[in-house]
């Protein structure tokens, strides 16, 4: 990304001061979506050192579908389960912006999202003899509006005996043991 930006300046399709304001912004993003838009002027889509791609959506059709690892989040992700499972691990994945939103469509299925701390969970939708569990707030946060910093994932459910599980993994006691003796 930065070396996409110097080369620009050294083109002369930058000023000095637009590679140093875009630098300093590529430094303080937080999203993959703050950075792409960066050099989206720059070069054309196959040359881009960063492509997003929110087209695949995620499918359990009587079966188990993991998305986990490092793997990049579109701002939009649709989501079958029909008499399946899908599970969306995020303690990994790179964030394209953010606020996510999930669109769930659930018949029979379970939906399972492994949020890390730091992250808030919005559900909202429909839901005929579904449930929904788990904790939604992010960390220390309370539920309700989040301060700006603080990604969401929203999670718009359509449901028909389905169940939203949001799993936060524990901390280790160990680590914590480990810390207080340092």
Known sequence: ??????????DGRLTLSEHSERTERACSA???GELAVLTADLAVPAAQPI?????????GIF????????WVVPERLTVSAVFGEVVLDLREAILQSQRVTV?????GG?????????????????AV????????????LPDGPQPPHVPVIEVRTFA???RVKIVRPRRSRWRAFSRRRS
Do not use: F, N
């Open 1 to 10: 990304m930065i070396a996409l930006l110097s080369e620009a300046a050294g």
């Open 30 to 32: 937080r999203t993959l």
């Open 51 to 59: 492509r997003l791609d929110g087209r695949k959506p995620v499918a």
């Open 63 to 70: 079966s188990r579908e993991r998305r986990d690892g490092r």
């Open 103 to 107: 669109l769930a469509t659930l018949m």
């Open 110 to 126: 379970t939906l399972q999202l492994i949020v890390p701390e730091g992250v808030a969970v919005e559900t909202t939708g429909t």
């Open 129 to 140: 003899l579904s449930s929904t569990s788990g904790s939604r707030a992010a960390g220390p």
């Open 160 to 162: 028909l005996g389905g």
